[in-house]
């Protein structure tokens, strides 16, 4: 039988295989990985509508801008997307950042050549970009890992113009369609009012009359006149009958009595009593006059509207607003080395403990 040695250079062996050969294996992966380094950058998203009270956000407040968190949400999520990576990536930024020759293959994507498609690079991706929101304050960090400390800025500082200029596309556009909703419902009262004032303008030019309620008046009086006169001529006619019967007046006067009464009779017809009378033509008059009013208040209303849309547009910005630009990091972050290899090593520890007091258990039991 071959003989199992229990001790290796005066160590058990169980010792050195549960302790000491991963130790050194952890040892030397840790020093073949190549370095991590990691740039920060932080920033918020500013609005001068939203109100914060709390935190930085008062501070933001006191200065007359609070953090426009929708905004500011839309702005992370998009970071961590692969439109993102897509932009980032379209000189090939990114592939050569994380596919450089002199580092780890087990480190580096795609060292194998396996897994050059866009998904395993967005995996890799979400891997080494890093976003925090913080809705106390509003304050986003960002962290972005690379192998070089100017590809990691270089890359941080990127991701943070494409994530401005995100902001600022969605600024426009809510811009555009608050000023261009306020300009279509002001197109439609122009058109409302421009065919209200056509219709009573051609109303007015087939019909002779200008307002028919001044006009009724205005004929009104006259037939008020003319009655006070055909009053006045027959008092006369009534008084020459009794005094002078044989007056050559009389029969003028019988004469304009009844020219009196035509001209009354064809006054008050000119009023009320026909299909083209005033009266009939004042119902349609108030109708198409209404309708103008009313339109010529839609346009009032319609061109205040757009005053407010554009001074809500202009007052409707958020912008970011970098806090901390991105840094040019002079130490690596990862690997953590020397605690990588504490860690197996105090784990290979507790392994061989529990082990040794197993197999002495063992032992005592075949004993």
Do not use: C
């Not at 509508?49 to 702005?75: H, M, N, P, V």
């Not at 027959?234 to 008084?239: A, G, H, N, R, S």
Request: aromatic share 6%; proline share 3%.
């Amino acid at each position: 039988m071959i003989q199992v040695p229990k001790k290796v250079g005066g160590l058990p062996v169980l010792f050195v295989a549960t302790v000491l050969i991963p130790t050194a294996v952890s040892a030397i992966y840790l020093s073949l990985r190549s370095d991590m380094y990691t740039s920060e950058a932080r920033f918020v998203v500013q609005s001068s509508q939203k109100q914060q009270s709390t935190g930085i956000g008062a501070l933001f407040k006191a200065s007359g801008f609070s953090a426009a968190s929708e905004e500011a949400f839309a702005a992370n999520d998009y970071i961590t997307s692969r439109d993102a990576l897509r932009t980032l990536d379209r000189d090939g930024a990114v592939s050569r950042a994380y596919t450089r020759p002199d580092v780890f293959m087990l480190d580096r994507f795609n060292a194998f050549g396996w897994n050059d498609g866009k998904d395993k690079l967005f995996k890799y991706y979400e891997d080494m970009v890093s976003v925090k929101y913080d809705t106390a304050s509003g304050i986003t960090t960002l962290e972005v890992k690379a192998f070089n400390p100017a590809d990691a800025k270089k890359l941080n500082q990127r991701l943070l113009d494409q994530a401005e200029a995100l902001v600022n596309r969605m600024n426009e556009r809510g811009r555009e369609d608050l000023v261009s909703y306020a300009n279509a419902e002001l197109v439609e009262a122009k058109d409302q009012a421009r065919k209200a004032a056509v219709s009573l303008s051609t109303f007015r030019n087939r019909e002779g009359i200008v307002d028919p309620e001044k006009q009724a008046a205005v004929q009104l009086q006259m037939i008020s006149k003319l009655q006070d006169e055909l009053i006045s001529t027959k008092t006369q006619l009534v008084q020459l009958r009794s005094l002078t019967p044989q007056n050559p007046q009389i029969p003028v006067l019988q004469t304009r009595v009844g020219e009196l009464g035509k001209e009354i009779q064809i006054q008050l017809g000119q009023i009320a009593g026909d299909q083209r009378s005033l009266a009939a033509s004042t119902v349609q008059f108030q109708r198409l006059q209404l309708e103008s009013t009313l339109a010529d208040r839609e346009l009032a209303a319609a061109i205040s509207s757009l005053q407010e849309a554009r001074n809500e547009a202009r007052r409707k910005r958020a912008y970011v607003e970098r806090i901390v630009e991105p840094n040019l990091p002079d130490s690596h972050s990862d690997p953590k080395r020397v605690r990588g290899i504490l860690n197996v090593f105090v784990v290979g520890l507790l392994f061989w403990g529990v082990l040794s007091m197993v197999l002495a258990g063992v032992r005592e039991h075949s004993d």
